[in-house]
């Protein structure tokens, strides 16, 4: 602001380079509440306590800041006396309104629960207890005890690059959804399987909930440790629970995340019980547990090892289109990046040499890079003892000091394109391959 003085807008600096600094953004808020600003520091406190939610110098400050008169504590009410024993009572004397302080304890100036009642629309809770069912706590195989997220905010915009990805969801998946004239005019069921494969932390998990996303759909997610249970058919069970959730719940996305541990080759598994969960979610996927079918229920599945999964659930009418997804192309490197460096205090940041030299880093492996180039800065200021921004040299020694984490998976997934792909399941593969000369 034009009218600020010098020292109200250098630490404004200093608090949006080091947003965490509680000490820092009190001491700017005090500056504000000195000047008259009285909203600027109630917001400023706000943030101050969601660093430091029991920061009692923060909560005294946003009380002085609201223009909150001091209340007195209220006196606890006494406890009920019998009506049989209130003859037999021996009389208690009043406390005194104003108890006298003890020395060196400072009596509370205010009441912190009708304080706590004014700022709630500030500061929100920062943990939520799970409500108990009236049972008891509920057990995995209860239906309801499956958590379904509510459709979410995140679309297929919200992937940075990945276009050959967007279009392929949208030829396959998407447009039959969007159009329902023409789904009943092409017979389409409102039903579909997609099995998302390919390196580790490449984003399949974002795609999936970005799917759920542009189907306004619900959002189930599933994983082994949600499924496999001690009892002998409980783990079977808790599969039919969670699609009859999903098919209450419809249209609901349901996740299957790792699905080679869940759907492992039954060839290949020893253990009855693990075949017999392969076994119910092929009857599940199929929809012959529910008279209804799966109509309005979209599978989606990702795996790093498609060559793992029971060819059964590949088949037409369960998972049958497979999409891959490799590591972010260039514009989904610059997004990436982008998000990961929002709240870091960067200095001209070349992200175009940043993104060349990051070519097939996973979205993981870009994540590690900015940690990495922040380690750096934050040892230098500490040696220092004067703050440093991140620059484009902290970040391309990162970068150079990482190997991507997707070499490993390509030099296994070689070997498998070349040899072992009956009937084209992993042409697209072969094509990157190919495209990247690593064949």
């Known amino acids: ?24 953004r009190l001491h700017f808020a005090e500056l504000l509440l000195a000047e008259g600003r009285n909203d600027e520091a109630v917001a400023e406190a706000a943030v101050a306590l969601q660093h430091a939610p029991g920061d009692a110098d923060a909560r005294a ?82 239906a309801a005890a499956w958590d379904v997220d509510a459709p979410g905010a995140v679309r297929l915009a919200d992937v940075g690059g990945m276009d050959e990805v967007k279009e392929r969801l949208e030829a396959a998946f998407l447009a039959p959804m969007r159009n329902p004239e023409l789904r009943r005019l092409y017979g389409k069921s409102l039903r579909g399987g997609l099995l998302l494969y390919g390196p580790p932390g490449c984003g399949k998990t974002f795609i999936a909930r970005a799917v759920a996303g542009e189907l306004g759909a619900n959002f189930l997610t599933v994983s082994l ?36 541990a869940l759907g492992a080759k039954r060839s290949r598994t020893h253990h009855s019980g693990l075949r017999n969960v392969v076994n119910q979610l092929l009857t599940e996927l199929d929809g012959i547990a529910s008279g209804a079918g799966n109509e309005g229920v979209f599978v989606l599945a990702a795996t ?55 070519e097939d880093f996973s979205g993981a492996d870009l994540a590690h890079v900015c940690e990495t180039a922040a380690e750096a800065a934050l040892l230098d200021s500490a040696r220092s003892g004067s703050v440093r921004l991140i620059t484009t040299k902290d970040l391309l020694g990162a970068a150079k000091q990482i190997k991507p984490s997707t070499e490993p998976w390509f030099a296994a997934a070689r070997n498998v394109a070349m040899f072992a792909n009956e009937g084209g399941l992993y042409d697209d593969l072969l094509a990157h391959l190919k495209r990247k000369r690593k064949l």
Not at 2 to 23: K, Y
Request: aromatic residues 4%; hydrophobic residues 45%.
């Open 304 to 358: 790093n090892v498609p060559w793992d999964v029971d060819i059964a659930l590949r088949r037409p009418g369960r998972l049958d289109r497979t999409l891959l997804v490799l590591p972010p192309d260039a514009a989904a490197r610059e997004s990436i990046l982008r998000y990961h460096l929002r709240e870091r205090p960067i200095e001209a940041v070349d992200l175009g040499k940043l993104v060349k030299a990051t």
């Open 1 to 24: 602001m034009a009218d600020e003085s010098p020292l109200i807008r250098s630490l404004r600096a200093a608090v949006a380079a080091a947003p965490g600094d509680v000490p820092l």
């Open 61 to 142: 400050l946003m009380v002085r800041a609201m223009g909150m008169p001091a209340v007195q504590p209220r006196k606890p009410a006494p406890a009920p006396v019998p009506e049989e024993a209130e003859s037999a009572a021996a009389p208690v004397p009043e406390e005194p309104d104003e108890p006298a302080p003890v020395s060196g304890t400072p009596a509370p100036s205010f009441d912190w629960d009708a304080a706590e009642q004014q700022v709630q629309d500030l500061v929100g809770p920062r943990f939520l207890d799970a409500p108990q069912a009236d049972g008891g706590e509920g057990t995995a195989g209860d």
């Open 225 to 260: 440790s949600d499924v496999l249970d001690m009892w002998i058919g409980a783990s079977e069970k808790n599969i039919h629970d969670i699609f009859e959730t999903a098919r209450r719940q419809a249209p609901c996305v349901v996740f299957l995340d790792e699905l080679d």
